[in-house]
């Protein structure tokens, strides 16, 4: 059993998909009141946009939603599959990226797609809504907070808390 449990979200430039997954679910913990054992990060598969906030448009989406908007990006990186317990891939693109990092089975076994943890929503893939408008930013949104709820139980599991 673990006390602790760290996880990152990870598309391609760390300013959008990435960080919007990191603060709903940072907002997640913190209200099921597991900040303590649980914690999570963003990266990005490369790094054009490093040390830059997340994008504008995607921290307005999640404002108005609610949710406190922080981090800055930064590029994934060989580090982070010892850094990370679970490497939430966002994309298929970014999921091949991801483990074309990795160097065992172990770390293989660390990947996963978000959209694994969504109860609501069919989609595969959480879409890159960059170069689209106010709709994609929340579809992003509505596919994070779905998928939060299923990650927050799986990771529970994976810590031995029991759900009611």
């Not at 596919?143 to 994976?158: P, S, T």
């Amino acid at each position: 059993m673990k006390d602790r449990y760290n996880l990152v979200f990870v598309c391609m430039g760390n300013i959008c998909r990435s960080p919007a997954g990191d603060n709903i679910f940072r907002h997640v913990v913190k209200e099921a009141g597991l900040s303590d054992r649980i914690q999570c990060d963003s990266a990005g598969t490369i790094g054009f946009h490093t040390g830059k906030k997340p994008d504008s448009r995607m921290s307005e989406t999640l404002r108005r939603r609610g949710y406190k908007v922080t981090g800055y990006a930064r590029q994934f990186g060989f580090h982070d599959f010892e850094a990370f317990d679970l490497i939430l891939t966002m994309d298929d693109e970014n999921h091949h990226n991801v483990l074309k990092l990795a160097k065992t089975d172990v770390d293989r076994a660390r990947v996963r797609k978000f959209t694994d943890f969504c109860r609501n929503h069919e989609h595969t893939e959480v879409p890159d809504p960059y170069y689209g408008g106010e709709a994609g930013f929340q579809l992003v949104a509505d596919l994070i907070e779905d998928g939060a709820v299923g990650l927050l139980d799986y990771v529970k599991g994976e810590l031995g808390i029991t759900t009611d």
